[in-house]
């Protein structure tokens, strides 16, 4: 699903915002599909939870993904 290279020059949350992004506009993800929450994402990445959201952040400003309070 998501793949980071740690060495890649970009920040570690625009490749997991551009990877979401890659999954919808493939298609891979459907319409209204649910996210991996924030804390169960930085688990399986092995990341810290508040670069999860930033990346969520941006989607949503961006209009990629919503949520739902």
């Known amino acids: ?7 890649d020059s970009r920040p570690i949350y625009e490749q997991i915002k551009d990877s979401i992004r890659r999954l919808v506009i493939s298609g891979a993800m459907e319409e209204n599909e649910k996210l991996p929450s924030v804390r169960n994402l930085a688990v399986t990445l092995s990341i810290n939870p508040n670069t999860i959201q930033s990346a ?4 949503d400003n961006e209009g990629y993904i919503y949520s739902i309070p």
């Open 1 to 7: 699903m998501i793949e980071l290279k740690f060495r």
């Open 56 to 59: 969520y952040n941006e989607l």
